[in-house]
């Protein structure tokens, strides 16, 4: 499993972490079944606390993306039991769109844009 953390970036570490896992499960490199490092394992790789990736994991488990086994490790779920209501998954559309448009741009630039991310997304999850 291939993650990073950026230490200059806003977002805080452990959310981080939940978004790049989130990525990994978006772009089929992490499958159901598939079992997660363990928190020790990752808090070393990126030099975060432990209570960091297991706070991640938490949030994860609480969103349905994977289940957390005591005593083991964290299992992705399957995709198809993780659907959200398609108004749910809209407004979080909406909230990452706004600041594109709160920037100034325009519809062709955030559609690239878009479609930039998405290709980035599925890649990471082809490398990996």
Not at 29 to 47: I, W, Y
Not at 51 to 80: D, M, P, W
Request: charged share 25%; net charge positive; no cysteine.
């Amino acid at each position: 499993m291939f993650l990073t953390v950026d230490f200059n970036d806003r977002r805080p570490l452990y959310q981080q972490v939940a978004d790049g896992v989130r990525e990994l499960i978006a772009g089929g490199a992490l499958r159901e079944g598939m079992t997660l490092p363990p928190v020790r394992q990752v808090a070393g790789d990126l030099g975060v606390n432990l209570n960091t990736i297991a706070f991640a994991y938490r949030q994860l488990e609480a969103e349905g993306l994977v289940e957390v086994r005591r005593g083991s490790r964290a299992v992705v779920k399957a995709r198809h039991s993780q659907a959200r209501p398609e108004g749910d998954l809209r407004k979080a559309l909406r909230a990452s769109l706004t600041p594109l448009l709160v920037a100034g741009l325009g519809e062709r630039e955030i559609l690239r844009i878009v479609k930039q991310e998405l290709a980035a997304v599925q890649e990471k999850g082809a490398q990996s």
